[in-house]
């Protein structure tokens, strides 16, 4: 370590970590790889000073140096709160250098400076690199490039934006492959594979692990009593006072919630319990405007807030010192998500980072205890690159050729050097050639569709400067629905909501947003004018992709909990808590072990019931339940109402079925033949529509359709007007095409996740299978009867109906609580959570505290 870096350190009181100095070693010696290391315990530091040690001594003196060191960051949240930690030793360690970010924040001026000179030291994001790609003297800009550094990549290894930055690296890296690659991230279980996928195939790289003491504290907050009967989300805001007093008893805690529509509900809930906390308690999702987060991040760096309710937008890397506790309403859903959260507090080298699950419903109070154990014996998610996505590949040649073109048989070399397209065949770089040279056999009548073309000297270029700015503003594989901006009329703006929610409202409709009661006044040129309402009950903005499946470490998890209970052994607070439940389940049927596969069928009114508890996930379990009804029709017609969620599903068809012949014949039916499987899966799905679901975020990405200068964005009506012509178009004339295959291919990877439903059947052939007749309900089929009817019946029914099988269920257990007491309690709790619009399944629900009047104002952040 040289001296100026000894110096630095010693004036701070602080000494390096032993990982932090094998980074250094490793960046002095012309290594790359990838830092594993927990978070708030000095990654940045260990690559940034390496980087400083290693290459600023050799750029002493003058101007400052060009463009040395690339910073990636997955979200523009993160650029701001890296670039100051950047600067802090630039003073001391390389004076001469100079710091920038690069985003969709970055103001005009700023950006047109750069486009003069760029700083040493960059932060940007995947679509901004990419952009900068597409420039005409990208070569140039990029020439004196020594690191690339991609911080949090276990946030984008397993999906498009990773595959466009393993492009991006492949170009930079083609142009001089000198550049060294770090990955820094805190939460991966495939860490070799990880460091593959960012360094390309065959390529060495050193990995660094960084082991810090650090104490870490996952616990549960229990309710006084379990529900024996649950249904998912049925605690929700019941959980209301146990989490104002950790709050009260805490100096700054993050609340992450799964969804936005679920924060905005919680953050109402907490000043309606404590109208005091205005101004100190805070709400941060991704929807609000840009400056409203900006004034929470700043007050959570302060200390000056209590409390702060956010979704994943404060999932990474920002730095809040201040925050002492995490609370996390309803299932993480995921191990290495949990831990993420943990790591927001606490954030800092030897201090304690301390997170409590708040369960939504009783069983989820099992999966605090499992996630404890699994982080406890090192059980972490892993993550894949996506295979082959034509789409990406399709937009990179785009941009490659504005980039100064290139010629197909050095590109191609290129490409393959990421483990994205490693094994991409001749046949699909063609077609991706041809695709962009005039759309393919049906569009190569349109101009708009020749793309890229050779020119004299072989070389492949964007022809039309108008091709050329519509790609630029439509660069990137982050694809959601069209969204609508919301401001006050005369006032300013308060963030965004998607289109499809405002698209249901009619003027006078009340919403909740951002924190505040709002009524909607005219919708005009994609924006929701609205004023401050109050005294009316609102509705609460829903955004799709709120729904996380349950992931296979943590699923593993809870089956190994509930094997525990089946033991007898209650050796956690969860699981004494949850024990009546659990102990009513063993009673009535049985408890799921990782050797035995529970089912239990019931004979009502309704037909003939099916529950079946593989514990993959909804999105395998609907898949599974699709599949298995399917097999059992070929045997003789029926037709099945299906209900799912992470635990299991349900078949109910109104016709007997002799599932004790059955279900043997149809778990065991071709589980072994892959080629079966995914035609047996498609065959009973309606596949078609899913897949043109599929296709229209793969048009956008490659370019078929454009959505829009800035300011005329298209609505979501018009986009899907313009994939579903063109896949019909496509399918008609050009059934080939490689777009139509690869949505089908994602709709089974992604979707119906087709390896762990394949996974997920040959391990339940290798189980013991346990057929449980039942006179009534189990705790555990109990919430999958609730999923199913509440889709078919009113608010007002759905919560009579719970009503009076809680009270049916409570009565034959036992209970001490009388029926109609039971009955009443539920029915209002279900009608509250209705009314509010929270049914997803990890959802806030229950009644809400008592509405108290707030003080005449309370401070805002800036609008």
Same mark, same amino acid.
């Given at each position: 370590?040289?001296?100026?870096?000894?110096?630095?350190?010693?004036?701070?009181?602080?000494?390096?970590?032993?990982?932090?100095?094998?980074?250094?070693?490793?960046?002095?010696?012309?290594?790359?790889?990838?830092?594993?290391?927990?978070?708030?315990?000095?990654?940045?530091?260990?690559?940034?000073?390496?980087?400083?040690?290693?290459?600023?001594?050799?750029?002493?003196?003058?101007?400052?140096?060009?463009?040395?060191?690339?910073?990636?960051?997955?979200?523009?949240?993160?650029?701001?709160?890296?670039?100051?930690?950047?600067?802090?030793?630039?003073?001391?360690?390389?004076?001469?250098?100079?710091?920038?970010?690069?985003?969709?924040?970055?103001?005009?001026?700023?950006?047109?400076?750069?486009?003069?000179?760029?700083?040493?030291?960059?932060?940007?994001?995947?679509?901004?690199?990419?952009?900068?790609?597409?420039?005409?003297?990208?070569?140039?800009?990029?020439?004196?490039?020594?690191?690339?550094?991609?911080?949090?990549?276990?946030?984008?290894?397993?999906?498009?934006?990773?595959?466009?930055?393993?492009?991006?690296?492949?170009?930079?890296?083609?142009?001089?492959?000198?550049?060294?690659?770090?990955?820094?991230?805190?939460?991966?279980?495939?860490?070799?594979?990880?460091?593959?996928?960012?360094?390309?195939?065959?390529?060495?790289?050193?990995?660094?692990?960084?082991?810090?003491?650090?104490?870490?504290?996952?616990?549960?907050?229990?309710?006084?009593?379990?529900?024996?009967?649950?249904?998912?989300?049925?605690?929700?805001?019941?959980?209301?006072?146990?989490?104002?007093?950790?709050?009260?008893?805490?100096?700054?805690?993050?609340?992450?919630?799964?969804?936005?529509?679920?924060?905005?509900?919680?953050?109402?809930?907490?000043?309606?319990?404590?109208?005091?906390?205005?101004?100190?308690?805070?709400?941060?999702?991704?929807?609000?405007?840009?400056?409203?987060?900006?004034?929470?991040?700043?007050?959570?760096?302060?200390?000056?807030?209590?409390?702060?309710?956010?979704?994943?937008?404060?999932?990474?890397?920002?730095?809040?010192?201040?925050?002492?506790?995490?609370?996390?309403?309803?299932?993480?859903?995921?191990?290495?998500?949990?831990?993420?959260?943990?790591?927001?507090?606490?954030?800092?080298?030897?201090?304690?980072?301390?997170?409590?699950?708040?369960?939504?419903?009783?069983?989820?109070?099992?999966?605090?205890?499992?996630?404890?154990?699994?982080?406890?014996?090192?059980?972490?998610?892993?993550?894949?690159?996506?295979?082959?996505?034509?789409?990406?590949?399709?937009?990179?040649?785009?941009?490659?050729?504005?980039?100064?073109?290139?010629?197909?048989?050095?590109?191609?070399?290129?490409?393959?050097?990421?483990?994205?397209?490693?094994?991409?065949?001749?046949?699909?770089?063609?077609?991706?050639?041809?695709?962009?040279?005039?759309?393919?056999?049906?569009?190569?009548?349109?101009?708009?569709?020749?793309?890229?073309?050779?020119?004299?000297?072989?070389?492949?270029?964007?022809?039309?400067?108008?091709?050329?700015?519509?790609?630029?503003?439509?660069?990137?594989?982050?694809?959601?629905?069209?969204?609508?901006?919301?401001?006050?009329?005369?006032?300013?703006?308060?963030?965004?909501?998607?289109?499809?929610?405002?698209?249901?409202?009619?003027?006078?409709?009340?919403?909740?947003?951002?924190?505040?009661?709002?009524?909607?006044?005219?919708?005009?040129?994609?924006?929701?004018?609205?004023?401050?309402?109050?005294?009316?009950?609102?509705?609460?903005?829903?955004?799709?992709?709120?729904?996380?499946?349950?992931?296979?470490?943590?699923?593993?998890?809870?089956?190994?909990?509930?094997?525990?209970?089946?033991?007898?052994?209650?050796?956690?607070?969860?699981?004494?808590?949850?024990?009546?439940?659990?102990?009513?389940?063993?009673?009535?049927?049985?408890?799921?072990?990782?050797?035995?596969?529970?089912?239990?069928?019931?004979?009502?009114?309704?037909?003939?019931?099916?529950?079946?508890?593989?514990?993959?996930?909804?999105?395998?379990?609907?898949?599974?339940?699709?599949?298995?009804?399917?097999?059992?029709?070929?045997?003789?017609?029926?037709?099945?109402?299906?209900?799912?969620?992470?635990?299991?599903?349900?078949?109910?068809?109104?016709?007997?079925?002799?599932?004790?012949?059955?279900?043997?014949?149809?778990?065991?039916?071709?589980?072994?033949? /892959?080629?079966? +499987?995914?035609?047996?899966?498609?065959? #009973?799905?309606? %596949?078609?529509? *899913?897949?043109?679901? =599929? &296709? @229209? !975020?793969?048009?956008?990405?490659?370019?078929?359709?454009?959505?829009?200068?800035?300011?005329?964005?298209?609505?979501?009506?018009?986009?899907?007007?313009?994939?579903?012509?063109?896949?019909?178009?496509?399918?008609?004339?050009?059934?080939?095409?490689?777009?139509?295959?690869?949505?089908?291919?994602?709709?089974?990877?992604?979707?119906?996740?087709?390896?762990?439903?394949?996974?997920?059947?040959?391990?339940?052939?290798?189980? /013991?299978?346990? +057929?449980?007749?039942?006179?009534?309900? #189990?705790?555990? %089929?109990?919430? *999958?009867?609730?999923? =199913? &009817? @509440? !889709?078919?019946?009113?608010?007002?029914?759905?919560?009579?109906?719970?009503?009076?099988?809680?009270?049916?269920?409570?009565?034959?257990?036992?209970?001490?609580?009388?029926?109609?007491?039971?009955?009443?309690?539920?029915?209002?709790?279900?009608?509250?959570?209705?009314?509010?619009?929270?049914?997803?399944?990890?959802?806030?629900?229950?009644?809400?505290?008592?509405?108290?009047?707030?003080?005449?104002?309370?401070?805002?952040?800036?609008?």
């Amino acid at each position: 370590m040289k001296r100026p870096l000894v110096d630095w350190f010693t004036a701070r009181t602080w000494k390096p970590f032993a990982f932090q100095r094998e980074v250094w070693r490793a960046i002095g010696k012309g290594e790359s790889g990838l830092l594993h290391a927990t978070t708030g315990a000095g990654k940045t530091y260990a690559v940034w000073l390496g980087a400083l040690q290693a290459f600023a001594a050799a750029s002493e003196g003058g101007r400052p140096p060009p463009l040395t060191v690339l910073w990636l960051t997955p979200m523009r949240a993160l650029a701001a709160d890296t670039l100051r930690a950047l600067k802090e030793p630039l003073e001391t360690l390389a004076p001469q250098w100079s710091a920038g970010a690069r985003s969709g924040d970055t103001p005009s001026g700023e950006r047109a400076a750069q486009d003069k000179r760029l700083p040493t030291v960059l932060v940007t994001t995947p679509e901004s690199l990419s952009l900068m790609l597409a420039r005409a003297d990208a070569r140039e800009i990029f020439r004196h490039l020594k690191l690339v550094v991609v911080d949090e990549w276990h946030e984008l290894l397993g999906n498009k934006r990773g595959v466009q930055v393993q492009l991006a690296l492949a170009r930079l890296r083609g142009w001089n492959p000198a550049v060294l690659t770090w990955g820094m991230s805190a939460t991966l279980g495939n860490l070799h594979e990880a460091m593959h996928t960012l360094l390309g195939p065959g390529a060495q790289g050193t990995l660094v692990q960084g082991q810090v003491p650090k104490k870490l504290v996952v616990d549960s907050l229990l309710p006084g009593r379990a529900e024996r009967f649950p249904w998912g989300g049925h605690l929700g805001i019941t959980m209301l006072p146990q989490v104002v007093a950790e709050i009260e008893a805490s100096s700054t805690t993050l609340v992450f919630t799964n969804t936005r529509s679920q924060a905005e509900l919680w953050y109402q809930a907490l000043l309606d319990a404590k109208p005091e906390w205005a101004g100190v308690v805070a709400l941060h999702h991704g929807s609000l405007d840009k400056a409203v987060r900006e004034w929470v991040e700043l007050g959570l760096k302060n200390g000056q807030l209590k409390a702060v309710v956010c979704t994943s937008s404060l999932d990474l890397g920002v730095d809040f010192l201040p925050v002492e506790r995490v609370l996390q309403i309803g299932s993480p859903k995921g191990v290495a998500r949990l831990l993420q959260r943990a790591g927001r507090s606490g954030h800092a080298p030897g201090r304690p980072s301390r997170v409590t699950l708040v369960p939504t419903h009783s069983l989820e109070i099992v999966e605090g205890a499992a996630a404890r154990d699994a982080i406890a014996a090192g059980h972490i998610e892993s993550r894949h690159s996506p295979e082959e996505p034509l789409d990406v590949l399709v937009q990179h040649l785009v941009t490659v050729a504005l980039g100064g073109g290139f010629r197909p048989e050095d590109l191609l070399a290129e490409v393959r050097r990421t483990a994205a397209y490693e094994h991409l065949s001749d046949g699909n770089w063609q077609w991706c050639l041809d695709f962009v040279r005039q759309g393919g056999p049906s569009l190569a009548a349109y101009p708009d569709y020749r793309r890229a073309v050779p020119d004299a000297e072989g070389v492949w270029r964007v022809p039309d400067a108008r091709l050329a700015r519509r790609h630029r503003m439509n660069i990137g594989t982050i694809v959601s629905d069209a969204s609508m901006s919301v401001q006050f009329v005369g006032g300013a703006r308060i963030g965004s909501v998607e289109e499809s929610f405002v698209a249901r409202m009619k003027p006078g409709d009340c919403f909740l947003f951002g924190g505040r009661m709002l009524e909607l006044v005219r919708v005009h040129e994609m924006t929701a004018w609205v004023r401050r309402a109050t005294g009316r009950r609102p509705a609460v903005p829903r955004w799709n992709g709120g729904r996380m499946p349950l992931s296979t470490t943590l699923a593993d998890a809870v089956v190994d909990q509930l094997a525990r209970a089946d033991a007898g052994r209650y050796d956690s607070p969860e699981l004494q808590c949850v024990r009546p439940l659990l102990e009513i389940q063993q009673r009535w049927s049985h408890l799921p072990t990782p050797g035995t596969l529970l089912a239990e069928v019931l004979a009502s009114r309704e037909g003939t019931h099916l529950f079946l508890y593989p514990f993959a996930g909804r999105p395998v379990h609907m898949g599974l339940a699709n599949l298995i009804g399917w097999r059992v029709a070929q045997h003789a017609p029926r037709t099945f109402s299906i209900a799912v969620n992470d635990y299991g599903f349900e078949l109910l068809s109104a016709t007997p079925v002799d599932w004790a012949e059955l279900l043997p014949q149809v778990l065991h039916a071709g589980h072994d033949a /892959r080629g079966d +499987l995914l035609h047996e899966v498609l065959a #009973s799905l309606n %596949a078609g529509e *899913l897949a043109q679901r =599929r &296709f @229209r !975020e793969i048009a956008r990405v490659a370019g078929l359709i454009f959505q829009g200068y800035p300011g005329e964005r298209r609505s979501s009506r018009q986009v899907q007007a313009s994939s579903s012509l063109f896949w019909e178009v496509l399918r008609k004339y050009d059934p080939a095409n490689r777009l139509l295959a690869q949505a089908e291919a994602e709709l089974l990877a992604q979707e119906l996740e087709i390896g762990r439903l394949a996974a997920s059947l040959a391990r339940m052939a290798g189980q /013991r299978l346990v +057929l449980q007749p039942l006179a009534r309900p #189990s705790p555990f %089929a109990f919430p *999958l009867m609730v999923e =199913r &009817f @509440r !889709e078919k019946l009113s608010n007002e029914n759905v919560a009579d109906r719970i009503a009076r099988m809680v009270a049916q269920l409570e009565q034959a257990a036992g209970g001490a609580v009388a029926p109609g007491e039971v009955a009443s309690a539920t029915a209002e709790g279900v009608r509250a959570r209705l009314a509010f619009g929270q049914d997803a399944p990890d959802g806030a629900a229950g009644p809400r505290a008592p509405r108290r009047r707030r003080p005449p104002s309370r401070p805002l952040p800036p609008l």
